[in-house]
């Protein structure tokens, strides 16, 4: 039987991520686990201090490889999200995962015996997968914004605006019919093998809550002010 642990939403590139330290909160956890899951938003592109893209994916994929290269007896997954499933950053995650045998890429979902991890930006609203791909596509060929705009967005988290909006717009129980409207649609058969189902997205954080004889569980996010949740589970 082997560990695992799924973390979301670290947003590593914005000047609102404090991704680093809470990986640094959970370093005993990590080099303990067989299996380490990135379930969307690890990086954000759009947000990026860099302010260059080419800079701002290069900084990533040395990211993942030292990363991997640090933790050499975990299974690393990488899960797109809508932050992070820029063009220029996915075209090059096949050469990364050639070069690193422990890294896998996944772009919307992953299947673990009775595990299910995906991102969770399909219950942003109900899509099904060719939804989903018509909302990713703005992300897909995004470009990064102004360094005073991510100064704003990092204000409106301080001041609880952003948390507000989040509260509103993904309510639990309105969440979960979504999400599972999209894997109902876009995955076939998923809840047949699947007793858990890890997400993020929402930045907002529960554990174990039931719906459709299915435990969910939002693992929260790394960016100042809210709750940093990785979930531990075993395969």
């Not at 075209?91 to 919307?108: F, I, K, N, Q, Y």
């Not at 100064?151 to 599972?180: C, K, N, S």
């Amino acid at each position: 039987m082997g560990l695992g642990i799924v973390i979301s939403d670290l947003h590593l590139l914005s000047v609102r991520s404090v991704g680093e330290q809470r990986l640094a909160s959970i370093r005993d956890d990590l080099a303990a686990a067989d299996v380490i899951v990135f379930n969307g938003d690890t990086f954000d592109f759009r947000w990026s201090h860099f302010g260059n893209e080419e800079r701002s994916v290069e900084v990533a994929l040395d990211w993942l490889r030292l990363f991997a290269a640090a933790h050499p007896r975990a299974a690393v997954h990488f899960i797109c999200g809508n932050h992070d499933c820029l063009d220029a950053f996915t075209r090059r995650l096949g050469d990364l995962v050639e070069a690193c045998p422990s890294l896998r890429w996944h772009e919307t979902h992953l299947q673990l015996g009775s595990h299910l991890f995906v991102h969770g930006d399909c219950a942003h609203q109900r899509m099904d997968a060719a939804g989903l791909g018509r909302y990713r596509e703005v992300w897909r060929n995004d470009r990064p914004r102004a360094a005073w705009l991510g100064q704003g967005y990092r204000v409106a988290d301080r001041l609880g605006i952003t948390w507000m909006a989040h509260r509103a717009h993904f309510r639990p129980r309105t969440t979960l019919e979504r999400l599972t409207w999209h894997l109902d649609r876009a995955v076939p058969g998923w809840k047949e093998v699947t007793e858990h189902c890890y997400f993020g997205h929402t930045h907002l954080p529960f554990r174990d809550r039931l719906h459709g004889g299915v435990a969910f569980h939002n693992t929260g996010c790394a960016i100042a002010g809210a709750r940093f949740a990785p979930a531990r589970f075993t395969i």
